[in-house]
Structures are given as C-alpha cells and as structure tokens.
C-alpha cells in the first residue's frame, strides 16, 4: 500500500505480509494513518481535513490478492476491472476540497463499490467498534452476525412479513381514520355523475351545437346571401334578359372554340374557360340546394340554446369542454368504485393483517430459538478467548429477553413488543470471577477487563468472518503485563489462518509479530518514503526496547526485549 500527502505522511510504502504484522512508532508518528489509508481503500469516508497542508490532494494505492473465484474478483470483473495477476489495484484520491475519486482495477467506480468489496475482504476491529458493541443493539447484531445464515434466513423472512404487515396496517387505519372524509368524497363522485348522467352529453356535441346556434342565428340573412349568389351565377329566373356569370363564361368560351384550331395555346384557354362554366355551374347548384335547405326555425334554435344551456353547467363544474366532462365521469367511475368498495377491503386488510401477525409471531419465535442457540455457542466462544487472555475464571453470557407491549405479538404466550428485527433485546453479561453476578460489560468490567472482553469478541468474529484479512487497531489498549503477552499470543494464533494486522502500543503484542513496521517521523514532522520501514535483528530489538522503557540502549530493556521475541518464538 502506499500513501502520499495523508496527514503527517507524505510518501510511504506500507507492506503487509502474510500472517501477523504489527505496525508501531510513537504517539502521532501517524500509525493511524495507516489504518485511514486502508479505510479509504475499503470505501471509507473521504475528509478534506486528510490531505497533507500545502497538498492538494491524497493518494492512497493498494494491491489485494484475491483468489479468480471470490465474491470480490467477480463483482469487480463486472463493474470492468481487470486482475493483475490475480491481485486487484485499488486507488484512492480525496482533494484539498474533499471531492473523491476512486479507481478499481485500471477503471474509474463508484466510492460504494469499494465498500461492497471491503465486506469480503477486510474486516476492520477498532475502538470504536468496542464502544459502539456496548450498546446493546449492536450487541444483538453482533450476535446475528456471529450466528450467520441460521439466523439470517428466518431474519430475511420475518423482516419481509414485517414490511407487508406495516404496509397493510397503513393501508387499513387510512381507511378506517379517514372513513369521514372518503364518505364526503363519495357523495360529491356520486351527485356529479348523476348530474352528467341526467344531461346525458355526448362527445363534441357542445361544439356541434354551436355551430348549430350561429346558422339558426343567422338564418335570414345567409338565405338571402345565397339567393343573391345564386342568381349571380346562374341568372335570376324573373330577369330573362339579366346577365349572369355563367353567360359570360360560355360567351367567352364560343368565342374562343371558333378560332381555337389555329393556336394550340389559346385551345388550352379555351379548355379552361369550359372547366370555370362547369365549376360555376356546380356552385350554383349547392348554393340553390343551400338555400332551399335552410329553415329559419326560431323553435329549433330555442331547443339548440336550452341544450347548450344545460352543458355549461356542465363544463363550468366539470371540465373545460364536453370531452374534458365525460374523462372526468370516467374518472370518477372508477374513483367511486374504490370508495364504494372500502368495506369490502376493510374486511380483506383485515384478514391479511391479522394472518401477517400471526406469521410475524411465529417468525419471531423461530429468531429467538436461532439467537438463543448462537448466544450460548458465541458466549461459550468469548468465555474461552478471556480465559486465553489472562481471564481464566471470567464468565461471560448472553441475556435474550422480550418487553410486554399490548400492541405487540404473540410470542412463547407473551404479548411483546416487536421491531424490524424481531422481538428480542440482546445483551452480554460478564462475571469476571467466580461468585460475581452477570452485569452488563459497560458496568461489570474494569478497563483492562473491559478491553480484552472486547478483543475476545472481536476474535470471535473473526472466527466467524469469511474473510482473508483482520485489522485490529489498538484494541488492546488498557491491557499490560501478562495480559498482553497472551494478547499477542492470541493474535498470532489467529495469523495461522488468515493475514492479521495490529496497530499497536504494545511490546508484549508486537514481539509475537512475523513482521514488525515502524512508522517513523524526519526531523520536519513528516514520514516520508523511508519512514515506515520492516525491522529486522537488531532494529527490531531496539524499538521493543523503546517500547518497553522508552529508552532504546537500555540493556535491561534490551534483555526484555529479546526475551519477548524468544517467548514468542516459542509460541
């Protein structure tokens, strides 16, 4: 991994072997840097406040081995990436502004896709981990994770049934609180559909009818419009001497046919002069039909405006036109037809609801039985880990209990209260020695005990965790003497299996190490390329020294130092 311009580092490689590597260097030499370094990798949050002052922005590159087959390998080959024989690339970038940037495999991704694949390759154990594992929700998903798909499967099940079952008692209470107001909106569906269906409209008659209205209006005077144009045309028959225009027309036209065999373009004319008589003729004879036609009716023209009446009062309500109307009565057809049917879905929601709590409740009972199954196997699990670490006679439980809750479920006989995640309130109880009552960690361990309960539950998940790598990250704070030394050897058991990295203050933890780092500052307060570096022989036992007396050529600290190493050795 390496890591430019990341708070006092301003360009160092960091290289994590198999096994137990330790990492270690004075307070604020930037050990934690490199925790943030590999958090960033993982999808972390990005800070502006990370960037190195005068930097502008942060790099962060790691190389991770994952195995051709890995959930990790396949879900990158699908966003694009591609294996460098078989090891993924990861870059991260956050600028002095604190935008991000990040980089799988040569391909630019998403930030969340990082964090989808930390799930299945990292699995990071802090301080803050121990803290937030005091609360007893994260206690209760600490134990379902512990506990893995035998509680997983009835969870997904219960937390599905859940969704549905909120979803109907919604549904249903806005049926019943809002049964008034969906009543009022009923009755005012139902009269205006009343009133359409009274008038009976149908579609465009209120623009047929005005055109209807504006000939009957205007009756006289389009007859006698027509009449004159007609006469105009075709000859007025009291005037046999008048002069229409079809006479003219065809006085035009046989004056022409006279001489038309001599010009070829003037028989054209002649041709075009016959099709005008014709036309005139046509014309004439729809402007008398017209004519005829027309009837001045003062009666149809009452019934055409008490009809146009009748569906403004329609469109003034209802729509802008008779269409817009009748989209508005189908409309509110349908709307009715669910407000009608309320009862008969009362009647189905309720059914649904009551048979989803009753699901509920057995989906409940079968989590518990799965926790409280998992409880004594993870307990048993993290009893074992304190007896390893210096704490033979502490017992550690898990307590599973339920609150009553009148509107809750039916559980084991007992109405409880329920959440998305069951019913149970899940706690871990500790007795540190025989005789001593369970109390709750917060309150029944000192701090030493404290942090290697919590690093004994953070074992224990790792036991359980799928994954290749561990980062712990001074979790063994507040532990010393003999304590430590079996912290160590406890870490070191665990690198047997799988790549282990601990961010120590430790000599007794960092002697049990395959490989030790030190992250050193230069005299300007940075740590440079050089400045986190793999000691070996001599600088190995120099830095224990320091660690163990804070004076690096003290012999007794030296004599200490490489009796760790021997102690270690020997496993």
Do not use: C
Not at 202 to 207: I, P, S
Not at 278 to 293: F, N, S, W
Not at 370 to 398: C, Y
């Amino acid at each position: 991994m390496r890591i430019r311009s990341l708070g006092v580092i301003d360009d160092a490689v960091v290289e994590l072997s198999p096994g137990f590597t330790a990492v270690t260097g004075e307070t604020g030499a930037g050990k934690t840097m490199v925790v943030t370094s590999l958090g960033l990798l993982l999808g972390g949050r990005a800070d502006a406040a990370l960037v190195r002052i005068g930097a502008k922005n942060a790099v962060v590159e790691g190389r991770i081995r994952v195995p051709g087959d890995a959930t990790a390998a396949v879900r990158a080959e699908e966003a694009g990436a591609e294996l460098d024989d078989g090891a993924l690339l990861i870059s991260r970038t956050v600028s002095a502004e604190g935008r991000s940037r990040a980089h799988l495999g040569g391909r630019s991704v998403p930030v969340g896709l990082l964090g989808e694949l930390a799930e299945d390759l990292v699995a990071v154990h802090g301080q803050t981990d121990q803290q937030g594992l005091l609360k007893p929700a994260r206690q209760r998903q600490a134990l379902d994770r512990y506990a893995g798909d035998a509680v997983a499967v009835p969870l997904a099940k219960y937390v599905a049934a859940y969704k549905r079952f909120r979803a109907v008692s919604g549904e249903l209470d806005e049926i019943t609180t809002r049964a008034r107001e969906r009543a009022q909106e009923a009755d005012l569906l139902r009269f205006g559909l009343e009133e359409i269906a009274a008038v009976e409209p149908r579609a465009g008659e209120d623009v047929e009818l005005a055109a209807e209205a504006e000939r009957l209006g205007h009756a006289e005077a389009l007859a006698s419009a027509a009449t004159a144009a007609h006469g105009a045309l075709a000859g007025n028959p009291e005037d046999p001497e008048g002069v229409d225009a079809g006479m003219l027309v065809g006085g035009a036209q046989r004056a022409l046919d006279a001489v038309r065999a001599h010009d070829a373009a003037l028989s054209g004319l002649a041709e075009r002069l016959g099709e005008i008589g014709i036309l005139l003729a046509d014309v004439a004879g729809e402007l008398a039909g017209y004519a005829d036609d027309l009837d001045a009716d003062p009666l149809r023209l009452a019934a055409v405006e008490e009809r146009r009446a009748a569906l403004t009062q329609l469109t003034r309500k209802y729509g802008d036109t008779i269409d817009g109307v009748l989209a508005w009565a189908e409309a509110s057809a349908g709307r009715l037809g669910e407000l009608d049917g309320d009862d008969e879905r009362i009647g189905e929601l309720t059914a649904e609801r009551d048979a989803l709590r009753g699901e509920l409740s057995g989906l409940a009972q079968a989590l518990t039985d799965a926790r409280g199954e998992a409880a004594e196997r993870f307990a048993a699990a993290v009893t074992a880990e304190l007896a390893s670490l210096a704490m033979p006679h502490a017992r550690v439980t898990i307590a599973i209990g339920q609150t009553e809750d009148p509107d809750g479920i039916e559980v084991g006989g007992r109405t409880v209260a329920y959440t998305s995640s069951g019913v149970d309130e899940v706690e871990l109880l500790l007795a540190p020695h025989p005789g001593a009552p369970p109390r709750p960690i917060a309150k029944g361990a000192s701090g030493g005990e404290l942090s290697r309960v919590m690093l004994a539950v953070e074992v224990v998940f790792a036991g359980s965790d799928p994954v290749p790598t561990y980062l712990f990250d001074e979790v063994d704070a507040g532990v010393g003497g003999k304590a430590a030394v079996e912290v160590g050897r406890r870490l070191a058991r665990l690198a047997r299996s799988a790549q282990v990295v601990v961010v120590t203050h430790l000599p007794q933890v960092a002697a049990f190490a395959d490989r030790q780092l030190l992250v050193e500052k230069t005299n300007d307060g940075s740590v440079t390329r050089s400045g986190v570096k793999v000691l070996e022989g001599e600088d190995r036992v120099r830095e224990l020294s320091r660690m163990l007396a804070g004076q690096e050529d003290s012999q007794t600290a030296r004599a200490h130092a490489e009796e760790l190493l021997a102690a270690a050795r020997e496993g």
